[in-house]
């Protein structure tokens, strides 16, 4: 069993900066991949950033060259550092782990 903790959500206005953090729990942290997902109000949820345990890393194209994941094996950490936020990137923020586990959600709000 894996349990994920998100943080670092919260209110930035547009063109701002965010980092966002998931603390898992477990064992064999490494062999997992690993993604961040968000839902925003009355939609689906969908992948914002996935990154295997081999290092490919794949995003959704409305994210491309503004967010970037990144994983740190040693801690069992996953980031997702979000630059130039829009007000369509305002969601609640999830985290997964081997395509199984979900964290409890972080809200990211883009608003001036």
């Known amino acids: 069993q894996v349990q994920l903790v998100e943080s670092g959500g919260g209110l930035v206005q547009p063109g701002g900066s965010l980092r966002l953090s998931c603390a898992a729990s477990g064992d064999y942290f490494s062999i997992y991949s690993v993604g961040w997902y968000r839902r925003a109000p009355g939609e689906r949820r969908d992948l914002v950033a996935r990154i295997s345990s081999t290092g490919d890393i794949n995003y959704a194209d409305s994210v491309k060259g503004r967010f970037t994941i990144s994983r740190d094996n040693a801690k069992n950490l996953v980031y997702l550092q979000m630059n130039g936020l829009k007000p369509e990137d305002t969601a609640v923020y999830y985290c997964?782990?081997?395509?199984?586990?979900w964290g409890q959600g972080t809200q990211v709000t883009v608003s001036a």
């Open positions: 997964n782990v081997a395509d199984t586990y």
